[in-house]
């Protein structure tokens, strides 16, 4: 009797020990269950802002000018990276470029535009630049044309520099957009020939009645 005394009484030790141990692992994963979908949707919806928002900040850009042109911006990453690359290349203020890269297509075509043309006048245009670049729809060829013909020592002013490649690259947009592809006839075939219209038969007119004719007879020889 004093033997299964002692047995019943180990298994209760184990089983209350088993239950203490049982009891703060469920509570901890119950506790992960909650947490950690609330911290992946935070993670999958602040990685473009909260970079966008951080960049323009180090900036010195003011928290609401930065909160609104990040939300605002389609790809606010490189919206980022647009005013990053003009503040940092050029004498031109975060503030004013991020005007300029919120509104612009491609913000880093746009970037490259004004870095190169503020680089080839010597920063001499620098607001010129990132109007003019903000204006072209075709932000690197505009840029490249006004570099080329600085480099080229060409004695124009830098404002009719500006003037003259705006006009082309206005140009080439509205011919592109403009013209249509002529018609284009295979070689060796003969064109349709024309097409005569049917016309609608007119209705014939009553026949006349027919008269008969009237028998001859011979006459005898000797009669008169």
């Not at 491609?106 to 006048?121: D, F, K």
């Not at 080329?148 to 002013?157: E, M, R, T, V, Y």
Request: glycine share 6%; net charge positive; aromatic share 2%.
């Amino acid at each position: 009797m004093r033997k299964k005394v002692v047995s019943k009484g180990k298994n209760e030790q184990g089983s209350s020990t088993s239950r203490i141990l049982i009891v703060p692992v469920l509570a901890i994963a119950g506790w992960l269950t909650t947490i950690l979908p609330n911290v992946a949707v935070a993670a999958s919806y602040s990685n473009d802002y909260s970079v966008c928002a951080g960049r323009l900040l180090s900036l010195g850009v003011t928290a609401q000018a930065a909160s609104q042109g990040c939300a605002k911006a389609l790809r606010p990453r490189d919206l980022a990276a647009c005013v990053v690359k003009i503040e940092k290349q050029t004498q031109i203020t975060a503030t004013d470029a991020l005007s300029s890269c919120g509104k612009a297509r491609r913000p880093e075509e746009l970037a490259t535009c004004v870095v190169g043309v503020s680089s080839s006048t010597q920063e001499a245009i620098n607001p010129a630049a990132l109007d003019y670049c903000g204006r072209s729809l075709l932000p690197v060829r505009f840029g490249q044309c006004v570099v080329g013909f600085h480099s080229s020592k060409i004695d124009l002013p830098p404002t009719q520099i500006l003037e003259t490649c705006i006009d082309a690259s206005d140009s080439v947009i509205g011919a592109s957009s403009s013209s249509t592809p002529p018609s284009i006839i295979p070689t060796g075939s003969s064109p349709s020939p024309e097409i005569t219209p049917i016309q609608t038969p007119q209705p014939l007119a009553p026949a006349q009645p027919v008269v008969p004719l009237q028998p001859i007879i011979p006459t005898q020889p000797g009669t008169n």
